[in-house]
C-alpha cells in the first residue's frame, strides 16, 4: 500500500497570505496524485488532478505541483472561504489511499 | 448538474448487515467507474471500493474484502454497497463517488450517509 504524508497537520495564516501544502508518498505515484478540499459537515471537493491540473471551476489561486514522492498544492493568497482541511490521493496503485490531511486554519 | 443522493445509513449492531444506495444523475452514469470513500467520525478519509462501468472489475480497502459487496444497475443510474459483518470500526459517513475520466480520482461526491455500528 502507498501511504501519503502530508506536513504540516496544521498550517495558521492569515488572508492574503500564501499556502505550501505538501504531500509525500511512500513510493513513487507518478503524477497521479489528486487533491482535495474539505470543509466541516460538507463532502470533499476535487481542487487538482494528475498533479497539476486544475478542476473544473477552480479558481487559479490553486495550483498543484511534482511528481514522483512530493508534491505541493499552493494557495496564492487566501480567500475566506479557504479554511479548510486539504487531502491528497493517489491513483498509482491499488488501493487508493489518501493522506491525512492538512488543516489550513485562520491565525 | 451532477448529483449523487446517498441513503441507506443507519445505526446497526456489530456483526449486522446494511445496504446503502446512490442514485445518481447529471451524467451518463453507465460511463464512469464508481466508488465508495468513508470518513470515521473526526478522521481523514479512506477509499473503500470501485466498480468498473460494466460492473466487470471491483476493488476493494483490504479492511473490507470479503465483508463489503458493491455492484451498480445502470438501468437505475445507481450503485450500491452491501455491508456484512458490521463491525464498530465500519461506523463512518459513507460517501458515494463519481470517479474521473482518470478512473482513479473523485470528481463529484455525494453528500454522504451515516452508518452506525454500535450494540
Known amino acids: 500500500e502507498i501511504v501519503l504524508t502530508q506536513s504540516p497537520a496544521t498550517l495558521s495564516l492569515s488572508p492574503g497570505e500564501r499556502a505550501t501544502l505538501s504531500c509525500r508518498a511512500s513510493q513513487s505515484v507518478s503524477s497521479y496524485l489528486a487533491w482535495y478540499q474539505q470543509k466541516p459537515g460538507q463532502a470533499p471537493r476535487l481542487l487538482i488532478y494528475d498533479a497539476s491540473n486544475r478542476a473544473t471551476g477552480i479558481p487559479a489561486r490553486f495550483s498543484g505541483s511534482g511528481s514522483g514522492t512530493d508534491f505541493t498544492l499552493t494557495i496564492s493568497s487566501l480567500e475566506p472561504e479557504d479554511f479548510a482541511v486539504y487531502y491528497c490521493?493517489?491513483?498509482?496503485?491499488?488501493?487508493?489511499?489518501f493522506g491525512g490531511g492538512t488543516k489550513v486554519e485562520i491565525k | 448538474e451532477v448529483q449523487l443522493v446517498g441513503s441507506g445509513g443507519t445505526l446497526v449492531q456489530p456483526g449486522g448487515s446494511l445496504r446503502l444506495s446512490c442514485t445518481a444523475s447529471g451524467f451518463t452514469f453507465s460511463s464512469y467507474w464508481m466508488s465508495w470513500v468513508r470518513q470515521a467520525p473526526g478522521k481523514g478519509l479512506e477509499w473503500v471500493a470501485n466498480i468498473k462501468q460494466d460492473g466487470s472489475e471491483k476493488y476493494y480497502v483490504d479492511s473490507v474484502k470479503g465483508r463489503f459487496t458493491i455492484s451498480r444497475d445502470n438501468a437505475k443510474n445507481s450503485l450500491y454497497l452491501q455491508m456484512n459483518s458490521l463491525r464498530a470500526e465500519d461506523t463512518a459517513m459513507y460517501y458515494c463517488?463519481?470517479?474521473?475520466?482518470?478512473?482513479?480520482?473523485?470528481?463529484?461526491w455525494g453528500q454522504g450517509t451515516l452508518v452506525t455500528v454500535s450494540s
Open positions: 490521493q493517489q491513483r498509482n496503485k491499488w488501493p487508493l489511499t
Open positions: 463517488a463519481k470517479a474521473g475520466p482518470r478512473a482513479g480520482d473523485f470528481d463529484y
